[in-house]
């Protein structure tokens, strides 16, 4: 127990843990959004390319196969493992992937009314099923003595390289098959 300030004021063992744990917060926040930060410059270039990519009607699978690699990039310069990511990569690639499919089938057959519900519909299918991959992939790692990430950045860039690499594969393998989505 102190006296702390110039009140005179009484403080106890539970104000200092308090002002103990508070400090600790604000570090950990402090630190979440260094990484929010480095996700978001990551993010940035993406989101860029991908508008300029359809302003410019370009082949839409071939090039979010390729803005794929700017968040594997990001890891790299980041110095994460890419092993760590792997469960997060599986589950993005097979989450987006197959979202791609009713998506692009919606909006053919119903404009973008059916791409939204498409989207929304199976976003909500895809998760269940990525995710049933994700977890299988980190046990099996997990069983086999490597570590797989849980760790903000290595989460956050594995995914959005596994959702835009297994998107760019669907709207690939769909232009060789001569489906294409329709610019406006």
Known sequence: MWIGGDLG?????????????????????RKMMKKAAYVTVVSI?????????????????????????????????AKRRMV??????????????????????????????????????GDALTDAIAGFFEGSIAEWLRERGIEESREAVTTALGKM????????LVLSVALLLGIKPEFG
């Open 161 to 168: 390289s596994g959702c835009l690499l297994g998107a760019g």
């Open 84 to 121: 760590g990511a792997v469960p997060d990569m599986v589950f993005g690639a097979i989450d987006t992937g197959l979202l791609v499919i009713p998506a692009l089938w919606g909006g053919i057959a119903f404009g973008v009314a059916g791409a939204i519900a498409g989207g929304v519909i």
């Open 9 to 29: 004021v009484v403080v106890g063992p539970r104000a200092e843990s308090f002002t103990i744990g508070f400090m600790e917060a604000e570090r950990g926040i």
């Open 45 to 77: 270039p993406v989101a860029v390319v991908g508008v300029l990519i359809l302003q410019r009607q370009l082949p839409i699978g071939p090039m979010v196969l390729a803005l794929g690699l700017f968040p594997i990039a990001g890891l790299v310069i």
